[in-house]
């Protein structure tokens, strides 16, 4: 009996042992930040040889929030901050970035700059066609997301009206920027919105608002990624990766993506 229960102890240090020395990392959650953390985790295996940090596909802020509570992702990456619910939890929030929510449209639409009563009024149904703007006469395809979601909630924050919206009847809703970015492309007159690191080089026409762009420092429209993990319970490896995001080179990294970096 005594030899099994020593038997036991062995497994448990193993155990314990490989959880923190563990090669492999996965960091699941929200779509508006997905593209960033591919480049930051295939930056960080090129320097550290024979490690994985596994970015799957979204699942949302909410949703990576419960896998780490769970025990099945190691850090979460939210585009939101935590309830209060999650935050009893005892869950470290920590940003790593500020990047700006932008309005696109497919190549077709030779607009370059809405009003914010513009979008109200294209995403109401008040103008239907992009030549009521002084673009072609082409009927506007107006592509939006759902309830909840951190862009659309960042958007409603900076312009109010738009929170009070009623949605013209065949708008398009989809679930996550990669989705936006597919229908934006190949839908003829469509608009959509979604973080600039996503949309940014992938052949969208990007709006300036109220004849401010993105990149300056008067543009409202900005959203904070975060990660989300417990503090005690995180192995080497994913301090590793977290120490390279905050570094010089992982700040490289989040500013050619078109976002600010956060200073610690």
């Known amino acids: 009996m005594k030899k099994i229960y020593v038997l036991f102890l062995i497994l448990i ?14 960091i699941g959650g929200t779509g508006a930040n997905q593209d960033l953390l591919k480049d930051l985790a295939e930056q ?4 550290n040889k024979n490690t994985i940090v596994e970015v799957p596909d979204s699942i949302g802020s909410s949703g990576g929030i419960k896998a780490v509570i ?3 992702i190691d850090i979460a990456r939210v585009s939101r901050n935590l309830k209060d619910k999650e935050k009893e939890t005892g869950l470290k929030y920590r940003k790593f ?4 929510i932008v309005f696109a449209s497919n190549l077709s639409v030779n607009v370059k700059n809405l009003k914010t009563e513009d979008i109200l009024n294209i995403y109401s149904g008040k103008i239907k066609n992009w030549k009521e703007l002084g673009g072609a006469d082409l009927e506007i395809v107006v592509i ?20 009070k919206v009623k949605y013209r009847e065949d708008i398009i809703i989809v679930n996550k920027d990669q989705d936006m970015i597919r229908k934006l492309k190949v839908k003829k007159g469509s608009i959509g919105f979604g973080t600039l690191a996503n949309m940014n080089g992938d052949k969208l026409n990007i709006f300036s608002i109220n004849n401010i762009k993105s990149d300056s420092s008067s543009y ?29 080179d992982g700040k490289k990294t989040i500013k050619s993506s078109f976002c600010e970096p956060i200073k610690e």
């Open 144 to 163: 939006g997301r759902e309830e909840g979601d951190s862009s659309r909630a960042t958007i409603e924050e900076a312009f109010p009206d738009f929170k």
């Open 220 to 248: 409202n429209l900005i959203n904070a990624f975060a990660f989300v993990y417990f503090e005690n319970k995180i192995n080497s490896l994913a301090k590793k990766f977290l120490e390279f995001v905050y570094s010089e």
């Open 13 to 26: 240090v193993n155990t314990i042992i490989f959880s923190q020395t563990s090669n492999k990392i996965v």
């Open 70 to 72: 769970e025990g099945q």
């Open 97 to 100: 970035a500020l990047c700006p």
């Open 44 to 47: 960080f295996m090129d320097v």
